[in-house]
C-alpha cells in the first residue's frame, strides 16, 4: 500500500492564480481532510470528507474548495491564490470518525509571492 | 471551539536525559492523539488515549491521559538522537468528526 499520497511536493504560485492540490489514498478509507501548517504552528483543518460526494468545512475553508467523486481522491482547490495561502498542506485519511488514527500525506509545501 | 496547548513549545535536552511534554485541553477530552513528525514530512501516528488515566507506552514513548484535568504527557525515556522532531497532539471534538492539533513541541536531542 502506497497510503496516503500528494502532488506535487513544491509548488510556488503568484497572487491571483490559482492551482488544484492532489490526495489519493488506496486504503478504501471514508474520511479524507486536508490540513494546512503554518510556520511553527500547529495544524489546521480545511475541509474533510466523510465519503464519496459528502464534504464539509473545517476550521479555516475560506479561500479554498474541495469536490470528493470518488472514495481515493480528494483534491484541494486554491482559487485567487493570497499570500496568507504560504503553508504546508496535508491530506489525511481514515477508516471512519471518532477514536481512529488519522493517516497522513507527506505534505505539499506552498508558496504564494 | 477546542483549543490545546502544548508545552514546552521547544525542547533541547542531552542525549539519554528522559523528558516530558504536556497537551493541556480547553474542553473535554474525548480522545487525544500523540503524532510525531519529522522535519519537513509527514506525521506518524505514535499513540490514541480514550479512557481517563489510561497509560500506554511504546518502545521508550509513554503517554497518559488524566481526563479530570483535561490534560495529557508524553514522555520520553533515556532520549536518543532519533526522538528529534516535532511532536504534536490531537484532540477529537464530541462529534468525533475532526482533530484539533496543538501548536507542537520542537525537541532536538544532542548527540
Known amino acids: 500500500n502506497a497510503g496516503v499520497t500528494q502532488t506535487p511536493k513544491f509548488r510556488i504560485l503568484k497572487i491571483g492564480q490559482s492551482m488544484t492540490l492532489q490526495c489519493t489514498q488506496d486504503?478504501?478509507?471514508?474520511?479524507m481532510y486536508w490540513y494546512r501548517q503554518d510556520p511553527g504552528m500547529g495544524l489546521k483543518l480545511i475541509y474533510y470528507?466523510?465519503?464519496?460526494?459528502?464534504?464539509d468545512k473545517g476550521e479555516v475553508p475560506n479561500g479554498y474548495n474541495v469536490s470528493r467523486s470518488t472514495t481515493e481522491d480528494f483534491p484541494l482547490r486554491l482559487e485567487l491564490a493570497a499570500p496568507s495561502q504560504t503553508s504546508v498542506y496535508f491530506c489525511?485519511?481514515?477508516?471512519?470518525?471518532?477514536?481512529?488514527?488519522?493517516?497522513f500525506g507527506p505534505g505539499t509545501r506552498l508558496t504564494v509571492t | 471551539s477546542q483549543e490545546l496547548e502544548q508545552s514546552p513549545q521547544s525542547l533541547i535536552v542531552q542525549e539519554g536525559k528522559n523528558l516530558t511534554i504536556n497537551c493541556t485541553s480547553s474542553?473535554?477530552?474525548?480522545?487525544l492523539y500523540w503524532y510525531k513528525q519529522k522535519y519537513g514530512e509527514g506525521l506518524i501516528f505514535l499513540m490514541m488515549?480514550?479512557?481517563?488515566?489510561e497509560e500506554k507506552s511504546h518502545e521508550k514513548i509513554t503517554a497518559k491521559l488524566d481526563e479530570k484535568k483535561q490534560q495529557s504527557s508524553l514522555h520520553i525515556t533515556a532520549s536518543q538522537p532519533s526522538h528529534a522532531g516535532i511532536y504534536l497532539c490531537?484532540?477529537?471534538?464530541?462529534?468525533?468528526?475532526?482533530?484539533?492539533f496543538g501548536g507542537g513541541t520542537r525537541l532536538m536531542v544532542k548527540p
Open positions: 488515549l480514550q479512557k481517563g488515566g
Open positions: 474542553k473535554t477530552l474525548y480522545g
Open positions: 490531537g484532540a477529537d471534538n464530541n462529534a468525533g468528526n475532526m482533530l484539533t
Open positions: 470528507s466523510v465519503g464519496a460526494g459528502i464534504t
Open positions: 486504503m478504501n478509507h471514508n474520511y
Open positions: 489525511a485519511s481514515s477508516y471512519t470518525r471518532g477514536l481512529y488514527e488519522q493517516y
